[in-house]
């Protein structure tokens, strides 16, 4: 089972492996990035660092999801600490004395643990003192109480993008810095020797909150398919543009789906869901078929208006079962070099793309259909506004090859 451990400035990449060898060491959590990850029950996510400003930070909801798969989500240090504060009663696993603070409400703002750094390419280096170290050494009655309380005091009326060493040690009283050079020391760091508990905590039994929660109402709004958007949003825009541009989309997409179909049950299932018991469709069914289609044998013309309603009666996602066959393709290159120049031709593109419903009405001309309901349907579109969604981006290149 796999370890990744979200760190950057707390912790280096070989302070990690130094103890958990074989942990995946990933940058700081932002918004998304749990999401990316490909997780199986019994994994382990360490989220010790996070992003606060450059990027949204790492999602409630993303950690919810992890937990319901059977990933074993602990926090610590920063981000890390301030998610399992929230999240504990939700099954994350809280580590540490940063953890305590904000579990117990002794602290409660972001920027107790916020530090400036630098960039990922110089190993992240730390410009500025995190709060909760602060006030960790002064706990320690490393320094005379009182003096100690005027210095963290003195840097919280700071914002944390301004509490370096020198900075605070112009704002500190004169017989306060000899007490501020004392809190310097590294022994002092609480968010390191949290960061290295944590992964100590790796081992540790995962807490028991069975029924805490349900997974159906908390997780509104991420589905299987959020997930994916975040693992191979390169790979769903491939998957876009052979099922707008291939002519054997229509044929690949058939297939899988018919495949997703056989694990649900025969023809018998097939009646059931659409509730037919005769050998005729109602009108209402029929329009997903083509005249020569509506002279098929009765399975097989349930089976293809099963597969061209797929997302009315059936929740399961088929892109991810479609992108697997589509990545095996041989044309995959080609259509991988169709999105690169999709993005070149938006950057490049001397008029304003026209709204999806404009997009979608014209890109109908290439299929060259009389049936845009069925045509649509085969290539997987729920309706012209799903299409011109899908061909928004697309448009530029669209026009330019026209032309």
């Known amino acids: 089972m796999k370890v990744v451990v979200y760190t ?59 937990l319901d798969e059977g990933v074993h989500v602990i926090g610590a240090a920063s981000m890390g600490a301030l998610r399992a504060a929230e999240l504990a009663p939700f099954g994350m696993t809280g580590v540490g004395e940063v953890y305590e603070m904000f579990s117990s409400g002794a602290v409660d703002g972001d920027d107790e643990v916020a530090v400036l750094h630098g960039p990922a390419e110089r ?11 602060l006030r960790h050494g002064v706990a320690q009655g490393t320094v005379d109480a009182a003096a100690g309380a005027r210095i963290v005091a003195a840097a919280k009326a700071r914002p944390f993008t301004h509490r370096s060493w020198d900075e605070l040690a112009e704002v500190v009283g004169p017989a306060d810095r000899a007490a501020l050079g004392v809190l310097r020391e590294e022994k002092w760091d609480v968010k390191r020797l949290d960061a290295l508990a944590a992964l100590d905590a790796v081992d540790d039994a995962r807490p ?20 994916l958007k975040w693992r191979s949003a390169r790979d769903l825009d491939v998957m876009n543009a052979a099922r707008l541009f291939a002519p054997e989309y229509p044929e ?10 056989a694990g649900f049950g025969g023809e018998a299932h097939a009646r059931e869901k659409l509730g037919v018991y005769g050998d005729e469709l109602p009108p209402e069914l029929g329009r997903w078929l083509t005249p020569e289609e509506n002279g098929l044998s009765t399975p097989e013309r349930l089976r293809l208006v099963l597969l061209r309603v797929w997302p009315v009666w059936q929740s399961e996602d088929w892109r991810r079962a479609v992108l697997d066959r589509l990545r095996r393709h041989p044309k995959w290159p080609e259509w991988s070099d169709l999105v690169d120049a999709a993005e070149t031709a938006r950057e490049t593109a001397k008029a304003a793309t026209p709204p999806p419903e404009f997009c979608a009405r014209l890109f109908l ?4 259909t009389a049936a845009p309901q069925v045509e649509m349907a085969r290539r997987g579109f ?12 697309f448009f530029p290149l669209d026009a330019q090859r026209r032309r």
């Open 382 to 393: 729920y309706g012209m506004d799903d299409l011109g969604r899908t061909v928004t981006p």
């Open 365 to 368: 001309r290439h299929w060259k």
């Open 208 to 227: 028991d909150v069975a029924g805490a929660w349900s997974a159906d109402v908390a997780l509104t709004g991420i589905t299987h398919f959020e997930a």
């Open 8 to 66: 950057g400035p707390t912790l280096s990449a070989d302070e990690v492996r130094a103890v958990r060898p074989g942990a995946r060491v990933a940058a700081p959590a932002a918004r998304g990035d749990l999401l990316k990850e490909d997780w199986s029950p019994g994994d382990t996510a360490v989220i010790i660092d996070g992003y606060y400003r450059e990027r949204l930070s790492v999602g409630h909801k993303e950690i919810l999801w992890l």
């Open 123 to 133: 190993g992240y280096p730390v410009a500025t003192v995190a709060l909760v170290n």
């Open 252 to 261: 690949i997409h058939a297939s899988v789906l018919t495949e997703l179909l």
